[in-house]
Structures are given as C-alpha cells and as structure tokens.
C-alpha cells in the first residue's frame, strides 16, 4: 500500500472528500511509514494526495 493510501485509510475521507483531522501522532503501527522526517514526499503540494483533493490548486 503507498503512503498516499495509508493516510486515506486513516483519515476515512467521505463522498465530498472531507476527511477527519489527523495527528502525526497517529502516525504509529501500520501507519508508521507516514511519519514526516525531513521529506514528506508523499504530502506536498505538488503530490498525487493534493492533486485528488484540491485539483484547482494545481494549475
């Protein structure tokens, strides 16, 4: 599973794409491999994440 589809699990986004507020102390267990270190790659701007999400940011 890619990280990108780790945090939909743990975030439960709905039909309008409004998901729960996560912690980054949540980020333990099977969802340890989302901790932000120095990179964060997969929660940019630029990322697969944001342009799902917010595609009109994305121009």
Do not use: H
């Not at 949540?26 to 917010?54: H, M, P």
Request: hydrophobic share 30%; proline share 3%; net charge positive.
């Amino acid at each position: 599973m890619t990280k990108t589809e780790l945090f939909l699990v743990l975030t439960k986004p709905n039909k309008n794409s409004f998901y729960r507020w996560v912690y980054n102390t949540k980020f333990i267990e099977d969802y340890k491999n989302l901790q932000l270190g120095n990179v964060g790659s997969w929660c940019r701007a630029s990322s697969s994440l944001t342009k799902k999400f917010y595609p009109q940011d994305n121009n």
